[in-house]
């Protein structure tokens, strides 16, 4: 029997097993480029990672690929310096739908209350990813911040924070909305955190989304 077309339930499961991994690694491409080229400023590369209609979430901006790109080349060109670090990835596939949730940190580095200072915001990346015309593609990022802290870059000298503006923001990034506020930004004040409304929110509307609902 030709043995291109002779099927069983063996070979089925094979094939299956071989395409999901095949989904699972160009996912799991698509998360990685998005941090190189983003912090690299690849913007033509980086614009590939989204959907044109896609939509991102950070605490300082929300809006559309192409324009999260213009404001991340003026921030840059200003000076403004935030890096990305990925850990793991957990990855659920239905159809051409998935949900990525990957291991993160975001660290910025700026003035603080003139005392020059890192933040690093501990946290999960949490994706919309849609396979359109045979690729995979980000629709919506939307981070969730779980935890933050503030360290001088200079160890002989610390910033003396207002706390009525530290404890304005949520626990998992009010460190870095603090910097982020003070350099000029208008920081989202209910994003999601380790727990909390917000993030089984979240989590609700990624079920939603791999039953075919709406993201947004």
């Known amino acids: ?18 395409a999901l991994r095949n989904d699972l690694l160009e996912i799991r491409d698509l998360l990685e480029n ?20 896609g939509r991102m979430m950070a605490t300082w901006f929300q809006g559309t690929p192409d324009q999260f790109i213009a404001i991340s080349k003026e921030g840059f060109e200003k000076g403004v ?29 700026a003035e603080v209350e003139g005392t020059l200072c890192d933040v690093v915001c501990t946290g999960r990346f949490y994706d919309f990813i849609e396979r359109r015309d045979g690729k995979w593609a980000i629709y919506l990022r939307q981070p969730i911040y779980e935890k933050d802290r503030i360290d001088s870059v200079d160890p002989t000298k610390a910033p003396v924070l207002d706390p009525a503006r530290l404890n ?49």
């Open 81 to 109: 310096r935030i890096l990305h670090f990925l850990g793991g990835s957990s990855i659920d596939i239905r159809g051409d739908r998935a949900i990525a949730q990957t291991k993160m940190t975001i660290s910025q580095r």
């Open 1 to 18: 029997m030709n043995k291109f077309t002779y099927k069983n339930e063996k070979n089925d499961a094979e094939y299956g097993m071989s």
């Open 168 to 216: 304005a923001f949520p626990v998992g990034y009010r460190h870095l909305a603090y910097l982020q506020t003070a350099i000029g930004y208008t920081v989202k004040p209910d994003m999601p955190g380790l727990v909390g409304p917000e993030v089984d929110a979240l989590y609700r509307r990624g079920d939603g989304w791999l039953d075919g609902k709406p993201a947004l």
């Open 34 to 53: 998005w941090v190189i080229w983003r912090d690299a400023c690849h913007w033509d590369r980086f614009r590939t990672c989204w959907h044109p209609d």
